[in-house]
């Protein structure tokens, strides 16, 4: 779009006779919270739904009276570019801006976000709640709105589906009784009257079947292996493999209906050998599991429930031998973001497979508080190990839980930090897996000095380095000062009265370098090292520009 256009629009928006449910003007003059940027987004884009607009537009640089002000919010292209991937992680079903406008006027900066409306039959929610707009003002959507757009589609459940041919005997008995003690556990107190229930008042009750008649989920949970087709062109089957360090596929094994069965199998397939930790005082324990038993089946279960079973796609689990674990299942990941699991901590707004999951929760296979996620997480991370993995991309969902300290420094953290909260401690995982960190997560890493650097290079702050005693790890990664580096040539050009070639300094101060740097700026450094102490003539070349001989200058 050209500047022109960009213009025409602004002006456009401006002759309103006032802000509308999908028009916001904020000053936002030199920086705006995220968290209300991503509820304006939420908000804005329900109403583009509800209004039948193709659009919303949020703008900054603007007041309340329509006057444009000026605004330095990321002033950085990249950084204001950046939004669109920030915003993606905390929408559900990933949606981000249609486009982000900068336009410079005569009166300053103006920046325009162009919002999507609402997708229909889904309300945007952001961190796991969903706004919208009153006039001028920003709240939670109302119940009448999430209806209405949630109505405009009606999305047929696929877990709720008859099979219409067939009947209990397609059932597999173990599977059924497994299903009645573990509706005990869930239902202490109705023990002994679940006894009296005959096989289809049980599973009338337990919400599987419906008026004694065969779902999908019957089949999918409790069917025997060969009851599998009646789910066709779904696929029923989890596929485990195992595959060493260099991901040469070395076992694997398929397993099929009843699901409520094969999540132990496949949990007695996977190699949970005990992991020992390098000692440090009292620091860590002397060895744990290397996967938490409950984040295996938390994992597996979480792929049964939110499988897209329409897609035709199966669920696999791989084993990287005593690295990590890998769960992939197929469909898009509703919630949004994990970022929004998170930090709601409440059901999910919306189930693929409502009638799935509730007989799930009701057979004690999920939790429907949210709390399973963030359950994972702290397992992690009581363990010193790296935070789960997840990748939404690609139609699908697959996590990855790593089972083994991969930075010992930062388990260090871990360790002796016990008031770090869940979001500062997802920072500094991004840090040890060298992700890159926005604007608003540099700052707060920053402002508790728990790292320091660059962008995008960060490392572990000294302040950090200090009180875990990684002070060796830490001057190792940000480098000596350069009298340091100069007093070592010095020496050794000194004590090698033949004269010291460029290779023979490089391989003495190579390792010496900070990691941080990348080969080309080792490279630079030690030329500059050379070049300084030749500017003040403590030392000559007596060789060629391309072999130079390093000495002494008299």
Sequence with gaps: MTNQQIQNILSDLLSLPAETEVVEFKEARNNF?????????????????????????????????????GTAYRTSWKD??????????RINGRLTFIEIYELQTVDGRVVLFQIPPAPKGIPTSFGGFFFGRDGESVGALNIEEIERIRNQVVQTDWSIGICADASLDDLDEVAISKARDNYKIKNPRLATEIDSWDTPTFLNKAKITINGKITNTAILLLGKPESEHFLAPAIARITWVLKDIRNIEKDYEHFTCPLLLSIDKVF????????????????????VDRYDPYNIKEALSNCIAHQDYTMSGRINVVEIEDEQLIFSNVGDFLPGSVESVLESDQPPALYRNNFLAQAMVNLNMIDTVGSGIKRMFMSQRNRFFPMP????????????????VIDLEYAKVLARHNDLSLDEILLLDKVQKKKELTDDEIHKLKSKKLIEGRKPKFIISENVAIETKQIGTYLKTRGFDN???????IEYIQKNKKGSGKQEIRELLWNKLPDILSETQKENKISNILSELRTKKLIKNIGSDSLPKWVICD
């Design 389 to 404: 993995d997840y990748d939404l991309s690609g139609s699908s969902v697959k996590v990855v839980i790593t089972g083994k």
């Design 33 to 69: 919270d995220s968290k209300e940027l991503g509820k304006y987004f939420s908000a804005l884009s329900n109403e583009a739904n509800l209004k039948g607009k193709s659009s919303s537009w949020l703008v900054f640089g603007v007041n309340n009276k329509k006057q444009i002000v």
């Design 80 to 89: 204001l570019d950046n939004l669109k991937y920030e915003m993606a992680e």
């Design 268 to 287: 007695a397939r996977i190699r949970n050998l005990k992991y020992r930790y390098i000692k440090e005082g009292t620091l860590f324990p002397d060895e």
């Design 483 to 489: 009298k340091y580096y100069k007093k070592l040539v």
